[in-house]
């Protein structure tokens, strides 16, 4: 069992920055691939950004050139920095974990460990 914590969420204005963290518990982190998803309100869970063990990462078009993706094995931590949001940044952001299989995947259902998400805000 993994067990998912996120934090660093906030309400901040169009351009501003933040950086999400997600602490893992349980099982060997370095095993598993991590990513972030995010949900606005009336709309699917979508991909955000994914990294390996290995600092592989992979970002949705959306926010490719703006967000950042990383990980510390030794802190069992990944990260999510966040630059030149916009309004439509604006959602829940989750942190998940999965086996890694090989290639990246940006369907939620293939992720098996979650945490409680962390609201980012982005006003105009």
């Known amino acids: 069992q993994v067990r998912l914590v996120e934090s660093g969420g906030g309400l901040v204005q169009a351009g501003a920055s933040l950086r999400l963290s997600c602490a893992a518990s349980g099982r060997t982190f370095s095993g598993y691939v991590m990513g972030w998803f995010r949900q606005a309100p009336g709309n699917k869970r979508a991909f955000v950004a994914a990294v390996t063990s290995g600092g592989s990462t992979y970002y949705a078009d959306s926010v490719k050139g703006r967000f950042t993706i990383s990980r510390d094995n030794a802190k069992n931590t990944v990260y999510l920095q966040m630059n030149s949001l916009k309004p439509e940044d604006t959602a829940v952001y989750y942190c998940?974990?999965?086996?890694?299989?090989?290639?990246?995947?940006?369907?939620?259902?293939?992720?098996?460990?979650w945490g409680q998400g962390t609201q980012v805000t982005v006003s105009s």
């Open positions: 998940a974990a999965d086996v890694w299989r090989g290639r990246f995947i940006t369907t939620p259902g293939n992720y098996d460990y």
